[in-house]
């Protein structure tokens, strides 16, 4: 097996020359700089925000130009210059120059332009830079990257290709051009921990712009999984989606994103509720003063009308997998119809609402016709969307529960503890599992029911991930969803964390966590998202005697006014560990205006001796191919494979 290995690689190292000279290639890659590394999570639709990290670097790029430039440039010149690199397009539409001035300006630009371009792809090899140039520009930006300051035989040359540039009037795409590769080579690698949907308007563009993305991960949330299980058409699922849609007046994504009908949704909703106020139901949104009161009730309604499905759904999943263990939540049948009360803990409690004309107390659980039809309908639509199918392919394609990169472990949510530090455990097809097993077994039971193309229970566990007690997506014992529709008692909402969230703050969990992944204690980190953390209360990113780095900073609107900032980007570059805290994002214009919207804070959370490539799990697989090609150079020299020519 090993000879049949060396004749199919002497097949694309044909002889001697060949080998020696991809054993010199790599060898000089695997001493270039450790590529940077960029980590960000709980996007939660906001892809404005989002959009403004990537083009920033995360205040990366700004640093790079205040460091390039230092006292060469003004503030305001390095200000103006950062705008310009980061939205180039609205920066040209402002300027207002004659053309003698314009011209000039165009000059100046494109070689402070060039002067960063080589500081960003020094990291990278020529060969990947070229690879990466834009296919119009490739040849007028490889001859520019070259110019050295020495080389004064060929000022004239350069000079000459920059003011054809400008003569030929395609500078305003050349800076575009050059700029967005700026933007590029300054992260290496993009990993997303999770929570891309819900809450803001635009996931699905943030989703497109993964897809463009040259090389990114995403580790699952558990907003996430809850719409991959809605694009397999599983009937919770889609009944969750649309509520939580709903319940923040976010439509956008169903019709526009993903052209999600919700016309049979509203009809029914109206004949069904049209006499209801449907108060508990009103969209929580920043944007209600938009609506008039007539649509706010029409939203109501229909938020009224999938809640009432998706707690019929449910309960049948629960009655349909006893292995969930989730019979506390069967909650339609401990309601007293006739009195409007509840009994949840041996405690009665009045319903703010006793209005429920599609259940039927004998029978809670079971959908009315008119019920069934439209949610299957709307399942449907789901599983035709062109859109959401490609987006959710790419999360299995490029997506993990947990992922082990560059001795850095990364998950969305929580490895399940019980309260003493032991793993909890859960039976899955006959047979439990606990810690990393769990989390290597969710994934499993995850892409087996997204690749099997018959309708069948294994669905339902996308919906026990969103909501399960034993779920790393979610880490709570239960969601108190219904509860905090119908019951005013505020006792009755507090949702229980695992033990994990309480004893992550531990050095000696964590240390014991990292150890059960395999996870390096020198370097090594486990870097988690799900749970804001609440700046403005003192808590710290950094946890377990700073081996546990807790980076949801509030990115969504909704958690701004607990965290106190816009949310983090933790950073890995080849100096060490940074973390980038931002502030709330507006829009461009103001981005572009007003110079407090570039700025984000970065601090150095760790130094160390500064890494190469060879220090790096890429590099794992270059050393190993490296040793195979000196094993082929040998077998060539000692005659034991014939060199082709």
């Known amino acids: 097996m090993e000879k049949k290995y060396y004749k199919l690689l002497s097949k694309q190292y044909k002889n001697i020359e060949e080998v020696t000279s991809e054993i010199i290639n790599l060898e000089a890659i695997l001493n270039l700089p450790k590529g940077t590394e960029h980590y960000l999570t709980d996007l939660h639709g906001e892809y404005n925000a989002f959009r403004h990290l990537v083009k ?15 006292d060469i440039l003004s503030l305001e010149e390095k200000h103006n210059f950062s705008k310009l690199i980061f939205y180039p397009e609205k920066i040209l539409e402002t300027i207002k120059l004659d053309k003698e001035e314009r011209d000039h300006w165009y000059r100046i630009s494109i ?91 635009d996931p699905h563009k943030i989703m497109d712009r993964l897809i463009a993305h040259h090389d990114c991960d995403i580790q699952w949330g558990n907003h996430d999984i809850l719409w991959i299980g809605a694009s397999k058409g599983n009937l919770p699922c889609v009944a969750n989606v649309l509520r939580i849609s709903l319940r923040y007046s976010n439509l956008k994504t169903l019709e526009e994103g993903y052209g999600i009908n919700l016309l049979p949704l509203g009809r029914f909703a109206m004949e069904t509720y049209g006499n209801d106020p449907c108060t508990e139901f009103l ?73 429920f004309p599609t259940i039927d107390p004998k029978e809670p659980y079971k959908l009315t016709e008119r019920e069934e039809e439209i949610i299957k309908k709307v399942a449907n639509y789901f599983k035709k969307s062109g859109e959401l199918q490609k987006h959710a392919h790419f999360f299995f394609s490029n997506g993990h529960i947990y992922l082990k990169y560059n001795n850095q472990l990364m998950f969305h949510g929580c490895v399940p503890l019980n309260s003493d530090g032991s793993y909890k455990c859960l039976a899955i097809d006959g047979k439990e599992y606990c810690g990393k097993p769990l989390l290597d077994k969710f994934e499993k039971v995850a892409r087996k029911a997204y690749f099997n193309k018959e309708e069948d ?65 020198e370097n090594g980190h486990i870097i988690n998202g799900h749970t804001p953390v609440l700046l403005k209360k003192g808590e710290l990113p950094l946890r377990a005697g700073r081996k546990l780095l807790v980076i949801d900073g509030g990115l969504s609107k909704a958690y701004q006014s607990s965290t ?55 590099g794992k697989g270059l050393i190993k191919k490296l040793k195979e090609l000196k094993i082929l150079l040998n077998m060539y020299k000692k005659g034991k494979l014939i060199t082709l020519y």
């Open 457 to 521: 229970r294994n669905l339902d566990w996308f919906w026990y991930m969103w909501t399960g007690e034993c779920s790393p997506l979610f880490g709570k014992k239960e969601m108190k969803t219904f509860e905090r529709y119908f019951i005013a008692e505020k006792e009755t909402h507090k949702e229980e964390k695992n033990p994990y969230y309480e004893l992550r703050e531990e050095e000696e969990v964590i240390l014991k966590i990292m150890k059960h992944f395999d996870v390096e204690i």
């Open 283 to 355: 969209p929580i949104s920043n944007l209600e003063e938009l609506f008039n009161k007539r649509e706010q009730h029409v939203r109501g309604q229909m938020h009224k009308a999938i809640s009432i499905i998706q707690f019929k759904l449910e309960g049948q999943a629960i009655k349909k997998h006893p292995e969930f263990k989730m019979e506390n939540r069967l909650l339609l049948e401990k309601i007293d119809y006739e009195k409007g009360t509840i009994i949840l803990d041996e405690k009665e409690y009045k319903l703010t609402s006793n209005n």
């Open 111 to 201: 070689k402070r332009i060039l002067i960063l371009f080589k500081l960003v792809s020094s990291k990278y090899t020529r060969s990947k830079v070229r690879k990466s140039l834009p296919k119009d520009y490739a040849y007028i930006l490889e001859e520019l990257l070259t110019l050295n300051s020495n080389e004064f035989n060929k000022e004239d040359y350069y000079s000459q290709i920059i003011s054809t540039i400008i003569e030929l009037e395609i500078a305003d795409d050349f800076i575009i051009q050059a700029v967005n590769l700026i933007q590029k080579l300054s992260v290496d690698k993009l990993h997303i921990l999770g929570d891309i949907y819900d809450r803001g308007a």
């Open 564 to 618: 106190g900032i816009a949310g983090y980007t933790l950073i890995y570059n080849s100096y060490g560990l940074r973390l980038a805290s931002h502030e709330p994002f507006k829009t461009i214009e103001e981005a572009v205006k007003d110079g407090h919207e570039i700025i984000s804070v970065i601090e150095v959370m760790e130094k160390a001796n500064r890494k190469k490539v060879r220090d790096t799990d890429p």
């Open 56 to 70: 920033t670097a995360s205040g990366s790029l700004k640093i790079k130009i205040d460091e390039l430039f230092g």
